[in-house]
């Protein structure tokens, strides 16, 4: 019997195990920087402990990322994109009114909080920022102005319907998602120390808090 055909007809199988591996590294270099900037903060941070973490060797982590002020972007790029779409579809349901739409944002956003890596984020970039303010600039622009952005323009279109009350809409963006934050912040911080609040219930009660104060009376 002759050769197996090796050519279009093998279009569609399963990768080598060997290509599966190098298709996976930058997210498995990405997932161990998420640890090891978490555990050791970012100027404390080696690349070759990256590596090491990650089952590479140290070079491969500079195949995929020059430096480590990249490597960093790509972690704020990968915390957000886990949870952004997310957010997004919440956020852009043009027809949902606001008081259906705040409690489904802000449950979301508890959701990234509760589950997610964003605290540890956090706490590592108000501890770093000032030494290394590049990362600030970082994550205002791949996590924070986005958010931030998403949630403006919402406001800017009920505000357009006559749904909530005139006002700078990113000023009301920051006094809804502010108490969440803080909440993160809290978490991470005293995790050990103190009760926790409970994410899901703070945005729970701070949905109606917003909407109170945001929401006009509707005509009948």
């Keep these: 019997m002759g050769k197996a055909d090796n050519g279009p007809a093998s279009e569609g199988r399963t990768p080598p195990r060997r290509q599966r591996r190098k298709d996976a590294r930058p997210s498995e270099i990405i997932e161990a920087a998420i640890e090891i900037f978490g555990e050791r903060g970012f100027g404390a941070a080696r690349l070759e402990d990256v590596a090491r973490r990650a089952g590479v060797a140290k070079g491969t982590v500079f195949v995929y990322f020059s430096t480590k002020e990249d490597l960093f972007r790509a972690v704020a790029q990968s915390v957000l994109s886990s949870h952004l779409d997310r957010l997004q579809a919440a956020a852009t349901g043009l027809d949902k009114p606001m008081a ?3 409690p489904l944002l802000l ?3 508890a959701a990234v909080i509760g589950r997610g890596r964003l605290p540890a984020m956090m706490r590592l970039l108000i501890a770093e920022s000032r030494q290394f303010p590049d990362l600030a600039r970082v994550w ?5 102005s986005k958010v931030l ?3 403006t323009a919402t406001i800017e279109r009920a505000q357009a319907r006559g749904e909530i009350r005139p006002g700078n809409a990113r000023l009301f963006a920051f006094s809804i998602l502010g108490p969440m ?3 993160a912040l809290f978490r991470e911080v005293f995790r050990d120390v103190a009760v926790l609040p409970d994410v899901d219930e703070l945005a729970a009660e701070h949905a109606q808090t917003v909407l109170n104060g945001l929401l006009l009376p509707q005509r009948p």
């Design 140 to 144: 205002h622009d791949e996590v924070v």
């Design 181 to 183: 934050l803080a909440s």
């Design 149 to 151: 952005g998403l949630l």
């Design 100 to 102: 259906e739409l705040v």
């Design 107 to 109: 449950g979301q956003v």
